[in-house]
């Protein structure tokens, strides 16, 4: 089955820095990779996702690039503000129809200081 | 969290106890899904449903149970075959149309063992 592995598990950074979080996918046939945020005690809210057939999707601090040929994406945040802190998971999506199995990566606690 | 309620927020369990964790949605979904999130670990699949009256195992289902007899409604037994189950538990719910892959989640149930 799909793994996905996901870095740093911890990050830390100043407001107005940028943060890039990685994950690496082992299933060839994934195709749909979302990007959640977690805020304490809620439920993940996805914040944006890509397709395999698109290398790099943007919206407005945030964006995702997918190298699909080394499996890996990764998350960008520019202009961090502290109101960005929180648990950002990855996720890969295998399967052809539009309800695979979403398998998450690890998680992210993401820090930004005022 | 949109439409998808999860009740209660706080459960106990004894021992041997089975107890229902409700999940409820309003958004017309027809897939819906049961996650199990423990510290430092990313969300896992325990059951998930893509029509009335079907269900499908995920990868942890072991000491669980489902139904799905309303389209609204996934009600998640835990059983007392689930030896270790304090965990954050997550509802979520997806669109039928095709290219709608989205997962909106619930805001979760904390599952505590007396």
């Known amino acids: 089955g799909e793994n996905v592995e996901q870095h740093p598990s911890t990050l830390s950074v100043q407001e107005g820095d940028s943060a890039v979080i990685k994950c690496t996918y082992s299933d060839s046939a994934s195709n749909y990779f979302p990007w959640y945020k977690q805020e304490l005690g809620k439920g993940p809210q996805l914040i944006i996702d890509?397709?395999?057939?698109?290398g790099e999707k943007k919206d407005q601090r945030i964006a995702v690039t997918l190298n699909k040929t080394a499996k890996h994406f990764s998350l960008h945040i520019t202009e961090t503000q502290p109101e960005d802190s929180a648990v950002y998971f990855c996720?890969?999506?295998?399967?052809?129809?539009?309800?695979?199995?979403?398998?998450f990566g690890q998680g992210t606690i993401l820090t930004v200081h005022p | 969290d949109g439409g998808i309620t999860q009740s209660p927020k706080y459960l106990f369990r004894k021992e041997g106890q089975n107890v229902t964790l409700s999940c409820e949605q309003n958004?017309?979904?027809?897939?819906m899904y049961w996650y199990r999130q423990d510290p430092g670990q990313g969300l896992r699949l325990i059951y998930y449903?893509?029509?009335?009256?079907?269900?499908q195992k995920g990868d942890i289902a072991e000491g669980y149970s489902v139904s799905r007899e309303k389209k609204e409604s996934f009600p998640l037994t835990v059983t007392s075959a689930q030896k270790n189950p304090t965990a954050f538990y997550l509802c979520?719910?997806?669109?039928?149309?095709?290219?709608?892959?989205?997962?909106?989640f619930g805001p979760g149930t904390r599952l505590l063992v007396l």
């Open positions: 958004l017309n979904h027809d897939a």
């Open positions: 890509i397709r395999s057939n698109v």
């Open positions: 449903s893509q029509i009335v009256n079907d269900f």
């Open positions: 996720a890969a999506r295998t399967g052809g129809t539009s309800y695979g199995k979403l398998t």
């Open positions: 979520a719910s997806q669109p039928a149309r095709r290219g709608q892959e989205t997962q909106y």
